[in-house]
């Protein structure tokens, strides 16, 4: 059995890009977990992690490493740097005593990097900084290091200097693992506590749920029947073992280690992330863990081939079973048929699982605009949620309307600090506070979700030229005064079309909408009249003229009569159309819109 003194469960930390995952390739390969000069970013194992440079979901490894002739077990639980996956490096903190805060030399400190220290500060652990690619011509090392003293309050000792492209520090960083971060507590009870942090699914093993032993052992050899506290499921181990970096099976997880259970279950959904596993019979206090994480950014997919419907529910379901945080469910459009309403965790997320559908299923989608949860109370009392356009009650029915909103907070630069607060006020973002952090400023605002998941991202990095970075956490709901814009083609309404957005803006962007529409749809044999309307009023138009055929084109000469009478007869032939045709709006015409 592993003593408890000698383990150490750890996450790295970092802002997207500082060098997270070359780090834990480094400390795989000197703790002998790997080869030498073997795969790179090895714990990234979706092809699209690999080539975006990205970390999505988090992954642990299990490493051994000696130190003054004693053993120690390592386990290192790497997380996500981009701020749609916060979530993931909650869950990673709570199984863990300690964490490694990598900043990157040539940056200095950003806003993933503070929101990160502040959870690993929040969860009670200890933090060892480590400052990488100390080896680059644009590095700083000893203003970066002053300057995490300044700003974090670290003491000169304590930081380390190092390189996770050469190996530079590496060791010393594996010693100050050992030597820093506490090994995990000493349980009180003997009863099995332990806490399911993540979970995926295989297809011969069912679900695989990653788990933390806080009391008590798992040993399949006991025959003990276990269950999940909240959820009351119960189950029986297949397998249990622990990552290092593939599975390795065992027949004992004792307390403090970091491991695997399949259970078998076919249903990942049953596996709640956050509950606490114990043994039927057991009389335990659950540990504190998470709720599942809720989507706050929502498309509707609609396969781009019609036939292709039944490959699209396939490839949503299978990607569900590896994506708790993917959720879903059917929707329709006159103009695009039958497809998805999809809830993401932000706009990051959803370009994963829109290139995932197009590369591992070969189904390609429009997606319609991205829109936010509103919540409403009715003039009857009743309460709703709406995150599709196509759901939003008549006008008069609404008493008001909740929008949901984040705390923002921009690290920049000190000469772009005016830009950007010039964007945040142009997108209805209300101040809070301002801090200068030796040459760099924190901007901290209140700002609506819909505005931040437009444009927000691209607009930052132009006014900073790149220098800018964004962390948010959401930060509850707002009334706000905002109304459905319809957008009707031949007065016959365009639900796929139509938009939520706060009334002083909804004339304005109804007006662009239609205008494009104009310039998108193609001319056909029958006049088009493109309508904004808010309610019943309508707010904007534009019509796309008829093509005019020449129908008098085959006469030669003759009275001038003739040429009348068959202008007369086209006339009402193309009444006749207008009112029994309908509008179609070319799928290549669509995504255009879109991407506007």
Not at 250 to 256: A, F, T
Request: net charge neutral.
């Amino acid at each position: 059995m592993r003593i408890m003194s000698n383990i150490r469960n750890f996450s790295i930390i970092a802002h997207i890009d500082h060098g997270k995952t070359t780090l834990t390739d480094r400390l795989l390969e000197v703790t002998h977990t790997i080869p030498m000069g073997g795969t790179a970013r090895r714990l990234d194992s979706n092809p699209i992690e690999q080539e975006r440079g990205i970390t999505i979901k988090l992954a642990p490894v299990r490493m051994h490493y000696q130190l003054a002739n004693i053993n120690y077990q390592l386990n290192l639980i790497d997380t996500p740097g981009h701020v749609d996956f916060s979530y993931e490096v909650s869950r990673a903190l709570h199984a863990c005593e300690g964490a490694v805060l990598v900043v990157d030399a040539t940056k200095g400190i950003q806003a993933q990097t503070l929101a990160n220290y502040d959870k690993a500060i929040s969860a009670g652990l200890t933090i060892i900084p480590f400052i990488n690619k100390i080896d680059m011509a644009a590095a700083e090392p000893e203003r970066l290091a002053q300057e995490l003293i300044d700003t974090l309050g670290f003491k000169a000792e304590e930081i380390i200097f190092g390189s996770a492209k050469s190996g530079a520090g590496v060791t010393e960083l594996l010693d100050a693992i050992v030597t820093r971060i506490p090994s995990p507590s000493v349980p009180n009870h003997t009863s099995l506590r332990a806490l399911v942090f993540n979970s995926i699914f295989d297809q011969h093993k069912g679900v695989i749920a990653f788990v933390k032993i806080f009391e008590g052992d798992i040993n399949p050899n006991n025959r003990d029947q276990l269950y999940l506290f909240a959820t009351r499921e119960k189950l029986s181990p297949l397998e249990i073992g622990y990552f290092a970096p593939d599975m390795h099976s065992v027949d004992h997880l004792g307390v403090g280690e970091v491991g695997y259970i399949a259970t078998g279950h076919k249903d990942i959904r049953a596996i709640t992330i956050g509950d606490t596993l114990t043994v039927v019979g057991a009389n335990i206090t659950p540990i504190a863990g998470y709720q599942r994480p809720q989507p706050m950014v929502f498309m509707d997919l609609y396969p781009i081939d019609a036939g292709n419907y039944r490959n699209l529910v396939d490839a949503l379901g299978k990607l569900a079973l590896n994506d708790a945080a993917l959720s879903y469910h059917a929707a329709a459009s006159p103009a695009l048929g039958h497809g998805f309403r999809v809830g993401f965790l932000g706009i990051l997320h959803a370009e994963i699982v829109t290139e995932r559908l197009s590369r591992e299923f070969e189904v390609q989608v429009v997606n319609t605009s991205p829109s936010v949860p509103y919540q409403m109370t009715l003039k009857n009392g009743d309460h709703l949620e709406v995150s599709s356009p196509s759901d939003w009650p008549r006008p008069e029915v609404i008493d008001h309307i909740e929008e949901p909103v984040v705390t923002l907070t921009v690290f920049t630069p000190e000469p772009y600090v005016g830009g950007i607060m010039e964007l945040c006020q142009g997108k209805r973002a209300e101040f809070i506070d301002l801090e200068y952090l030796g040459g760099r400023v924190r901007l901290n605002y209140l700002m609506p979700l819909s505005e931040l998941i437009t444009d927000f991202y691209d607009r930052l990095k132009s006014v900073s030229s790149g220098y800018a970075s964004v962390q948010y956490d959401h930060g509850g709901y707002q009334v706000v005064d905002a109304v459905k814009v319809d957008i009707l083609l031949n007065g016959e309404e365009a639900g796929a079309l139509s938009f939520v957005s706060p009334r002083f803006s909804a004339e304005g962007r109804g007006r662009v909408l239609v205008e494009k529409l104009k310039d998108a749809i193609p001319r056909s044999l029958i006049e088009v009249a493109i309508q904004a309307a808010i309610g019943g009023k309508i707010i904007a138009r534009a019509t796309i003229r008829a093509f005019r055929k020449d129908v008098t084109a085959k006469l030669h000469g003759g009275d001038m009569t003739r040429n009348r009478k068959l202008l007369e007869k086209q006339k009402k032939g193309k009444k006749k159309m207008k009112m029994l045709g309908n509008v179609e709006v070319p799928q290549a015409a669509f995504t255009a819109i879109l991407k506007i």
